[in-house]
């Protein structure tokens, strides 16, 4: 069996089609796989998670920036996030970094042979052993940013996120699990 997660299989075109191929060029220039075994997986990262990650990152990768801040160093996460729902509003289309991963994902239109959590150890290993691997491989170069200081994000911050992501968040609840030793505290744990 091979794994492959950038291709995907659509219900309206069970023979398959590139994710982001069809994000780009639409339906009539779908670029179908020619194998026909292949597993799909959606992996779901953190709402929270992913938006301080894009934060702390902005420092360091062009790509992600927002329209008052082109990096951490130029505003406060809760101005990054005031940008992002700004940024996804209908008229502005919206970076495809801050886009909800339900929408990235196209569930209406995909066929996901298993839907895992980033931050669940046991969705972790299960995957990983799906690769053939016993554990999951340890980080090689941690971020840069990881020690980047951000404090507790306000009530109107934590809304607005939620508000985004709603179907992430209700996504994210359909995938929990019973808790596990080790587990990180997630946007949906904090709002929830």
Known sequence: MSITIENCTTKTNPGGVRCA??????QKNFTYMEEQNYTTIL????????ALSAYHNSGTNPHIYTQHCKSFKDCTFDRWVDDIVDQLKPKFGGNEHFLPQTRIAQLDEMNYHYLLRMSSRQDLDFFFGLLGLDSIPEKKNKSKNSNKRTDMPNNRTMSKLASVYKEDLILWQSLLHRRQEGEELTLYDYWN
Request: aromatic fraction near 8%; charge should be positive.
């Open 21 to 26: 191929e069809a994000r780009r060029s639409g």
């Open 43 to 50: 992996i779901l990262r953190d709402p929270f998670e992913r």
